[in-house]
């Protein structure tokens, strides 16, 4: 089955520190959704990404989509405590049916120290 | 104010009970979604139902059933049988169009079981 892997699982930052984390499909995908879980919350909806090396900017947010549509990124510039959770990609598969169906990622954990 | 509530936040049980773990959204969405999150593990889909009276298994559907009698609500038995049951639950819903479906979650219920 779909398989979906991010990297790192956790990572901790200064306060001001950029920060990345990678999300890798075993399988093409059709689009591509980010999710920002808080501390003992639950997962919140950042993004969706449908095109090929499609790029998005949400303030200090970046996400992109890769052009083989089996990877993306979130790249957050100047990290603030705010930013503290796990982010969470999110993805359907191209020839899955049932377009509602999303295979979520393993997540990766960003402490951001002051 | 539209929004999907689990109840309830916390449950303890004794090994060998079923339990039932409610889920009601008033977002007037079709499909509803069963998440088991693991420390350190991404979300894993139990179960999903895109209509009333149909729901599909994800990828650990064991030891677990569920029933889609009503759009607003879809309630989780976790059976004896489901070997691992201690987790945080998650219940999700969305809208079923090809362009858009981001899930939106409820807070969640913690499972422990003794």
């Known amino acids: 089955g779909q398989q979906v892997m991010q990297i790192p699982q956790y990572q901790h930052v200064q306060e001001g520190e950029d920060f990345t984390t990678y999300c890798n499909s075993s399988?093409?995908?059709?689009?591509i959704q980010w999710y920002k879980q808080r501390p003992g919350g639950h997962p919140v909806f950042l993004i969706q990404l449908v095109k090929s090396g499609e790029v998005k900017k949400q303030k200090r947010l970046t996400f992109q989509f890769g052009e083989a549509k089996k990877n993306s990124s979130l790249h957050i510039t100047a990290t603030q405590t705010t930013d503290v959770g796990t982010y969470f990609c999110?993805?359907?598969?191209?020839?899955?049916?049932?377009?509602?169906?999303?295979?979520f990622g393993t997540g990766t954990q960003l402490k951001v120290e002051l | 104010d539209g929004g999907i509530t689990q109840s309830p936040k916390y449950l303890f049980r004794k090994e060998g009970q079923n339990v039932t773990l409610s889920c009601e959204q008033n977002l007037n969405h079709d499909a509803m979604y069963w998440y088991r999150q693991d420390p350190g593990q991404g979300l894993r889909l139990i179960y999903y139902?895109?209509?009333?009276?149909?729901?599909q298994k994800g990828d650990i559907a064991e030891g677990y059933s569920v029933s889609r009698e009503k759009k607003e609500s879809f309630p989780l038995t976790v059976t004896s049988a489901q070997k691992n049951p201690t987790a945080f639950y998650l219940c999700?819903?969305?809208?079923?169009?090809?362009?858009?479906?981001?899930?939106?979650f409820g807070p969640g219920t913690r499972l422990t079981v003794t």
């Open positions: 139902s895109q209509i009333v009276n149909d729901f």
């Open positions: 999110a993805g359907r598969g191209i020839l899955t049916g049932g377009g509602y169906k999303l295979t």
């Open positions: 999700a819903s969305s809208i079923v169009q090809a362009s858009s479906y981001e899930q939106y």
């Open positions: 399988t093409t995908l059709s689009n």
